[in-house]
Structure formats: C-alpha cells, structure tokens
C-alpha cells in the first residue's frame, strides 16, 4: 500500500492553489492609464484627487479606477483615445507643480492585487528601454573638493588677518606658501582645529625660502566624499527621471561608486539618453573690469585672481574666479521668453543662501558686467565651458531673475529642466549602455513565448510516450512546475529577461530528469521481480538521494552564477535555481501524491502502465 | 516504450584506453583552437558600440558600409538573422565623445540613403573597464563553481570523486570553449550562462552515476571496480539517454524558435550537452578508477540509505 496521510495531500493541494492564484496575474493584459506625481518628489497634496476629478469630469472624460501608491496617483482608462485626452486636460489644469506621465498598468483585477498578486516584470529586453551604467569620475570629485578647500583656507586666513603668498590647488593636493614661521604655525593650527577644514592630511615642508604647508585629502574624507557625491547623484537622476515620465523606472547604487538607471518602455531612447546623462550646470562669475582680456590672451599673463574664457564669438572674456552662485543653490527654474527682447530664456529661483550671495554681488556691482558659464561634464574628464551670457548689472537682484543668451526656446527648456532637477554632485560617466526598441523587446517575447511552448509540448508528447500513464503524471508535475515558477518569480517580483526564459526552458528538460530517474529505477525494480507496489516504493526512495545530490550540486553551481553574474546572467540563475526547487518539489512529492491515488489504494496491483 | 528493450551489459571501460586518447585529442585541438582562432569575443568583452537597426527593405550591405565610412566611422557592418536587420559595430576607441551621440550620428548617417524609415532596435555601449570586469567574474564564477563542487562532493562522497568530477567539468568546459572557437560563434555573457549551464547538467549526470557506483561498490562486494563501474554505467545508461533527448529537445526548440540572440546560448548548451553525457562515462569514471577507488572508499557512506528510508 502506497498512501500519504491527508495532511501531506492538504499540503500539496495548498501550495498548488496558492501558486496558481499568484501565477493568475500574467494572464491579465494591461491597461492605458496615467500617472500623477508631484515635479520635485514632495507628498501629494490631499486636495490634488478632488481638483482632477473636476477637471476630468469638466471635460466629460471618465477613467475607469484610480488608487494611490506611494508618492503618485494611477487613474486607469477604459481605452488609449481617453488616455491621452485625460492626459492633454490635467497637464493643463494641473501645471508645471506635477508631472503627468502615460503609462501600462497591469490589470490585474482588485481582488488579486489586494492579496499581492502581480505579474512578473519583464525585462528591458523584452519590453524595450533604456538601461545605462554609471560611474563616479572620482578624479573630477576630488580635485572639485580641493578646489572648495582652497577657497575656504583663503577665506580662513583672510579672516585670521594672515597674509600668504598663495593658496592652489597642485597636483593631488594643495599647498599654502606663507611669509614666516611663525604666519605658518598660526596656519596650522587653524588647519587643525577649524571645523570647516577637516578631512586633510597636512604636513609641513622642510624649511627654505619659504614657509609651506602642503596638504591631501584624506582616504576617509574621500569615501565621505564619494558616498554623498552618489547619493546625491542618484537623487538628482531620479528628479530627472521625473521629469521624463517614465513608469516604473529603477535607479539604484551598485558597488561603492556605480548607478544604475532602468528606464523601461521608454519610446524616445535618444531624448532620455541627454538628459540622465548631461552633467550640466550654471556657474555665476563677475567679468574681471580691470584687465583688458583680449592683451591677458595674447600675452598669456592672465590675473591670478581670474580665469581667461572664450564667449560664444570666440573672444576672450577674463572672469573672476571666485563664484557668485552656482547651480547649487538654485530652487527653480523655467524656460519662457524675455519681455523686452523676446529672446527665449530661463528665469531663475536662488535659495536663501544664493540669493543673499546674489544680492550682495550685485548691490555692490551695479554697472559692471556678470557672465553665466554653462559647465558640461564629457566622459574622461573633458570639460566644456561655454560663457552663455554677459549682462551689465542694471540694479541689484536676489531670489528671481532671469539669463538671456541661450540659442533657442527647446534648449532652453532642456536647460531648465536640467537646472531644476539639480546638477550632479560629481560628473558620471556612462560605462554601459543597453537600449532595447520596443519592436525587438515584442519580437522577443513572441519568440520566447514560441520557444518554451514548442520545448514544452514536445517534451510532454515524449513523456506520454515513453512512460505512459507515468508520463502522463509527470507531465501534470511539469505543467505544475511551470505554473509555480511563475507564481514565485511574480511574488519575488523578478525581472523575466531572454535568458530567464532559457533558464525556464532549463529547467523544464532538467525538471523531466528526477521523474526520469524515479520511473527508471522503478522500472529496474520491476525488473527484478517486485511487485508494482514494491517498486513503486523503493523507485522513490532510492532515486531521493540521487535527484537530491544532483540537484544540490546544480544549485551550488547557479549560486555561484547569481553571485557572480550580472544582468543576464543573474536573470538566468534565478530562474534556474527556483526552477529546481520547485522541479524538487513536483516532480518527487506532486508525482508521488498522483501516483499514490491512481495505483495506492489498491490491493492488487498486477502491472504499472510505465 | 524504452531505448533499450533488455538490461544492457556493454563493456564500456575496455574502451577507456581509446576514450582517454581520443578526450586528450579533443583537448589539444581544443586549446590548439583557443590559442590560434581564439574567441570571436563580444561586445560585452570587448568593449565598444553595437547598434541593431531594421530597414524596410533590404539594404545593400556594401552601401551601408559606404555610407558609414563617409561618415567616418570604422565599422563592421553584419546582417542579423534576417536580411533587413543590420548589426553595426563601431569598435572602442578613446572616444572623444559620448556613445550616446554615437549611436544617434549612427542612426543619422544610417537613415540618410534609405527611403522609409529606419528603425532602432537595440544599441549596446560597453566601456572599457566593463569589459576586463565581465571577463574577471566569468572566470571566477567558473573557478568557484568548481570548488563549491569539489567540496560538497568530497563531503557527500570521496575526494577520489571530487577529483573524478571536477576533471570531467574541465574537460566540458575546455572542449565547449574549443568547439565555440572553432566555429566562431560569439562569445558574450549569455554564453558564459550557456558555459555555466553545461557545467550544470554535465555535474547532474557525473552525480548521477557516481550515485549509483557509491550504491553498487557494497552491494557488489566480489566485484573488481572495473565491473562495478561498468555495470553502474549501463544502469544508468536509459536514464541517460532518456534525460539527454529531453533536454535536447528543449534545447532544439530554443535554437529554432528562441530567435538571433538566444541562438549562441542554445548551440553551447547542445554542444556541452553532448559533451557532458560522454565525460561523465568516460572522463568521470575513468579518473576515478586511474586514482584507484575501491569498495573500502565508500564503506562508511553505505549508511546514508538507511536514514533517507524515512523520506518520500
């Protein structure tokens, strides 16, 4: 007799309802919808559903469900046509405060979703989409940090009333030249002790003619340094994100210096490609008034205090090299065209810190000129610096004002949105880029899709085949198996990738191995003239530690892979390692439970169909 | 229905002399290959730009070529599956501009001599550093796999096993990597996936009949190792069989249907299929009974029955 107790049939009877009612949602299409959140990433006001129901209702448009989640608003629509109208309406009735995206919601009905239920994401590749690498131009970072050093010890000494020789930037490091020993001492001991100027490695140089300090920053203060830049960099990619619209888009530190940007579904792949990766940023800098640029130019003796650029003409302007403001201290900013001249331009908003720094500049400057330097970041340290406007200083200004000069109203908006997601902390690099259009992501799928039915069902007719009723037991173990893998990838909320489909197909050939291994040793013990109930048991038990052993052997090797692959590769250790658990788990105790019922309750067992 | 109608009792380790020459053939073309053709690396190694586009109608290669060249870009230019998808790669070079303005100059200097529309369908950017890293993981995700293997074979089994086992791995791996590199398929991360797939399945059939050699050494007391390994073998030899067809047949599916990208993947897991089925016969067994494992290796392990009884 071959019989489980109920409790073991319960169970079973358990996990396979429970893996179908979570393999459920990836049989619902999806659903046009639109989503609402709020342009700088704050909280939803409570009054924000009420406005766009109004809104909506005003025009006569319906959607069919709206829900919260998180920081953003999904309204569901019955078809595309209302979709896009819906969207046209409360991208005006809402403004520039929120953004309005358009967007695929899974239709998985309410009562699925409220259980958790939801289909797998699928893969860039299978969807099409933007996925770039990024890495921190730690270089750039650091020398940006020594730049900021060296302001802030001259403003230190300055204050101390010491007088030096010079302050720069060399090299890895900075070095401070001082009059005397004693103007030396007095710098040290600023060095040490001020709060502001912590995190470097100072040290005296042997005396000469003159009295030295050279200085570095310091490992710690550099893994500060790059921890925070990233941080900020991903905050800042994700408010540019935003502002694209994009559903669903993943950005996430990898490793100590690197960001990944997944940016699914995405139609316009070049459009997204310039602004995740612009690095650019504004810089404000008084014109030097007394020195003659174009004689610095030519002679090359450019002032200490200044810096010798080229405007758009390609004439030497001297600019000073201290900053009024930079792209830091910026809050707001949007594109429009000047009143006066009608030139397309961006209209600025400047913090409180900024906007003081502003207005004190410009009370003390009125009648002399101010340039805005746009600064972009290119790959491998190159940096382009474009002098977009100089303007005479009519009267003095702080929190609003507005920058002329830029070529042409779409460049200025981009500029704005740019300037309003914030600059990076430190420049990134793109190292791997994958795009994915969305025709080869649905080619993809479709043959996919193909592949693994056409595997399956030839896999299932050899099984029939071959094994007979066994077979057919086993085929249910199978067809369970797939429905189980599903259910777990879609719970654990894995990314289905085209390797993860041939991890599935995997699986599927490999899972036909342990019933291969049971019915073969059954069929052994059949052989040596046990009776079918014998065998029955002993194939089972025997084949155990066999399947277990290969199984675990396999799984150690698609560990290894998940640990150390990436992407793809990743993609396909998932699938394959749940796939052998649950093949474990069909293909030993679902077969064993079916058999059970067909040939255990009987007494007399003449012959196995296997 | 069964492959073979009565027990089997074919001598296959009278022709382990035969089969160890014939594996170090295999090996030394293999590394012959490896060392002359090398692999037809990809972009994921290599570094470098690949964009994929679709044209309306298929396009004269040559004129592709010629047109990208005006442009200025050294390039190789490939159809893809089908003759209006068009592979272009653009190798890395110390780019003084970012790949993203690449692949648009691309497109554009791609979309000017065609009517229609041309359509994007994939761009892939691999920077250098990338590349040395992808290659670095592979390795050592190969390296321990093998000896998380070793380790929980000496444990579960014997370390005469490990080594049996591990010497069959190399083998797949090295006369996988060989065939690749003969054929020049290219060699990116869904092979090293394929690579690590076949290391797998050639484990899974190496477990398989060292399984049942560890359960016949007791059972067969009398018997030299020889015979007990060959009887092992031919006990096994339906299950075999019968697992291999499936999974080739899964494995051919996904060559036909699975589309351009998957192809590689699913000709290195047939080839490492194939190649895996006869290591674990011949290369697995055969170390084993160079390194002269006996009956008394496995006689505490005999227990291990006894307790799984129990079990399902």
Redesign the interface.
Known sequence: MNQYSVWRYLLILIIVTVGFVYALPNLYGKDPALQVTSARGFELPSDLTANIDDALMLEGISYSSKERQGNRMLYRFADTEDQLKAAGVLRDALGDKFIVALNLAHATPSGLRAIGGKPMTLGLDLQGGVHFLMQLDMDTARSQQLDRFVDDIRAALRAEGIRYVSVRHEGKGLLAMLRSAEDRDRTMNILRTDQSLQGLNIKELAAGETFGISATVNEQQLLVLQQTALKQNITTLRNRVNELGVAEPVIQQQGADRVVVQLPGIQDTVAAKKIIGATATLEYRAVDENNDAFTAAQTGRIPPESRLYMDDNGNPILLKKRLIVSGNQLIGASASFDQQSGQPSVSVTLDGVGSKRMLDFTRDNVGNRMAVVYIEQKPGGRKIEDVISVAVIREPFGKRFQTTGIGSIQEASQLSLLLRAGALAAPMEIIEERTVGPSLGADNVAQGFKSVMIGFVLVLLFMAIYYKVFGLVANLALFTNLVLLIALLSMLGATLTMPGIAGIVLTIGMAVDANVLIFERIREELANGNTPQASIRAGYEKAFSTIADANITTLIAAFVLFLFGTGPVKGFAVTLSLGILTSMFTAIMGTRAVINLIYGGKKRVRKLAI | ??FLRA?TNIDFMSQSKLALIFSSILIVCSITSLALNGLNFGLDFTGGTLI?V?YPSAPEISDVRANLKRAGFDSIVQTFGTATDIVVRIPPSE??????EL??RVLAALSESVDGEI?????????P??GDE?AE??I??VI??MV??FL??MF?FQWRFSVGAVAALFHDIVVSMGVLSFVQIEFN??V??AI??V???S??DT??LF??IR?NFPRYRKRQPVEVVNTSIN??L??TL??S???L??????F????E??HG??FT?IVGVVIGTYSSIYVASTALLMLGVSKFDLMEVEK??AT??T??
Not at chain 2, 95 to 100: D, G, I, K, L
Not at chain 2, 119 to 127: H, L, N, S
Not at chain 2, 256 to 259: A, R
């Open positions: 229905m069964r027990k994929e679709g780019a003084t501009e970012s790949n993203a692949s648009t359509e994007m369908r994939r761009v892939e950017f691999v920077g550093q990338v992808l993981q592979g050592l995700a321990y796999a998380g293997v929980y074979v579960r991360l869904t090293v996936a690590l797939a290391v797998g399945y484990l899974n477990i398989v399984d049942r359960e006990e096994t339906s299950r019968m697992t067809t499936t999974t047949l899964v494995l051919s599916a996904l036909y249907f699975g589309g990208i998957i993947f699913a897991l291990e029955g799984l009884n079990r399902p």
